[in-house]
């Protein structure tokens, strides 16, 4: 279990230091070579998170260490694995739309739309991520959940990860997901025969 306490002293020489637990307990000992961050110089009243473990001598000390500011090893790991996980899934699904249009399962025309709704929506990311940052009108998010309802969701999920937004807030990737689930619906209704006889229609009537 992870706790946090405050570098009450440290010998910068000696690579060495003391830190006064959060909870109240005794202070602990903590060495350089504990924390994972070592281009960034621990300073008195910094505040630590750390591992509490024990030397070689049986005494308390502080192992797995994170000075505030810094992101643990394990948790930016895990957010590149998330962000390779939505953009795999992107492309996979790009390729099996490819394939099927190849195979003229669907008509390139479904093909097409899905680049410039998916382009189109990681541009009105990109527009929002900026509007944010500069206070200005943002984007309503039922417009974003829109585009990806139409097709745009690819482009949403690379947007999200190379952008780093809305990546985080929980409603809106519900909501987005829900629009993933129900475009991948519908295309797949579209590989049945009812459903490739209504788009045939729909494509004669253009």
């Given at each position: 279990?992870?706790?946090?306490?405050?570098?009450?002293?440290?010998?910068?020489?000696?690579?060495?230091?003391?830190?006064?637990?959060?909870?109240?307990?005794?202070?602990?000992?903590?060495?350089?070579?504990?924390?994972?961050?070592?281009?960034?110089?621990?300073?008195?009243?910094?505040?630590?998170?750390?591992?509490?473990?024990?030397?070689?001598?049986?005494?308390?000390?502080?192992?797995?260490?994170?000075?505030?500011?810094?992101?643990?090893?394990?948790?930016?790991?895990?957010?590149?694995?998330?962000?390779?996980?939505?953009?795999?899934?992107?492309?996979?699904?790009?390729?099996?739309?490819?394939?099927?249009?190849?195979?003229?399962?669907?008509?390139?025309?479904?093909?097409?739309?899905?680049?410039?709704?998916?382009?189109?929506?990681?541009?009105?990311?990109?527009?929002?991520?900026?509007?944010?940052?500069?206070?200005?009108?943002?984007?309503?998010?039922?417009?974003?959940?829109?585009?990806?309802?139409?097709?745009?969701?690819?482009?949403?999920?690379?947007?999200?990860?190379?952008?780093?937004?809305?990546?985080?807030?929980?409603?809106?990737?519900?909501?987005f997901w829900l629009t993933v689930l129900v475009?991948?619906?519908?295309?797949?209704?579209?590989?049945?025969?009812?459903?490739?006889?209504?788009?045939?229609?729909?494509?004669?009537?253009i």
């Amino acid at each position: 279990m992870r706790t946090k306490g405050k570098l009450i002293s440290w010998n910068d020489e000696k690579g060495f230091g003391f830190i006064k637990p959060t909870n109240g307990s005794a202070q602990v000992f903590i060495h350089i070579k504990a924390f994972h961050n070592r281009s960034r110089r621990p300073e008195t009243n910094q505040f630590v998170t750390y591992v509490l473990a024990t030397d070689k001598r049986g005494r308390s000390c502080a192992t797995d260490a994170t000075l505030a500011g810094d992101h643990h090893p394990s948790k930016i790991k895990t957010k590149k694995n998330n962000g390779l996980f939505s953009i795999t899934i992107a492309a996979i699904f790009s390729i099996i739309v490819c394939i099927s249009v190849v195979t003229s399962k669907i008509p390139p025309l479904i093909l097409a739309l899905y680049l410039i709704v998916s382009m189109l929506t990681f541009l009105m990311y990109a527009a929002d991520k900026s509007a944010a940052k500069k206070g200005e009108w943002r984007i309503q998010e039922s417009t974003l959940h829109l585009l990806s309802l139409a097709g745009g969701w690819p482009g949403a999920l690379i947007a999200q990860q190379t952008l780093r937004h809305k990546s985080k807030k929980e409603s809106f990737r519900a909501g987005f997901w829900l629009t993933v689930l129900v475009n991948c619906g519908v295309l797949a209704w579209l590989f049945t025969a009812k459903g490739e006889a209504i788009l045939k229609a729909l494509l004669a009537n253009i």
